[in-house]
């Protein structure tokens, strides 16, 4: 990976990390303050700025926000602990986990279909609820947001975050 494309992937991945870590969705939203549910909050903005550089032919930039994503996965896996012998399995299981969620939110057709995905993968299974669809309806304002920032230059704006 050439080292623009590095810079660029880690500044999109900073500007990822610091809106899945807003206190909002946990303290607000219920989302559980554990790593599954930081992982989620990761995977949730991940999936809207991947489709965002899709959208726009940022294949490259994409694949490299990707390869970055997973280097801090593997990362935050050794900090808690996880030995060499483990590591290829949790990846692994970390891997079917981002890009199933990428996928189910991908197929949602609507916003109440992204609402149940969210609760599916967000609250494991819980039924959709109130915290569920502002969630969703975050995430549409989130695409436009997305889809009219400058991302190309670096610059995500995800608007504003769920009141």
């Given at each position: 990976m050439g080292g623009a494309r590095r810079d660029m992937a880690a500044r999109l991945e900073a500007q990822i990390v610091t809106r899945a870590r807003a206190?909002?969705?946990f303290a607000r939203l219920?989302?559980?303050?554990?790593?599954?549910?930081?992982?989620?909050?990761?995977?949730?903005?991940?999936?809207l700025v991947l489709e965002r550089l899709k959208k726009t032919g940022m294949d490259d930039t994409?694949?490299?926000?990707?390869?970055?994503?997973?280097?801090?996965f593997d990362e935050a896996l050794?900090?808690?602990?996880?030995?060499?012998m483990g590591m290829s399995r949790k990846i692994k299981a970390m891997a079917e986990a981002f890009f199933g969620r990428l996928k189910a939110?991908?197929?949602?057709?609507?916003e109440e279909a992204l609402a149940a995905a969210i609760?599916?993968?967000?609250?494991?299974?819980?039924?959709?609820?109130t915290n569920a669809r502002i969630l969703a309806s975050y995430v549409t304002g989130a695409r436009a947001a997305l889809a009219a920032s400058r991302a190309e230059d670096g610059n995500l704006d995800f608007g504003t975050l769920p009141t």
């Open positions: 206190p909002v969705f219920g989302v559980p303050d554990t790593m599954d549910g930081r992982f989620d909050m990761m995977a949730l903005h991940s999936w994409a694949q490299a926000l990707t390869d970055t994503l997973f280097t801090s050794r900090e808690q602990g996880t030995g060499d939110y991908a197929e949602a057709g609507d609760a599916r993968n967000v609250w494991r299974g819980r039924e959709t609820d």
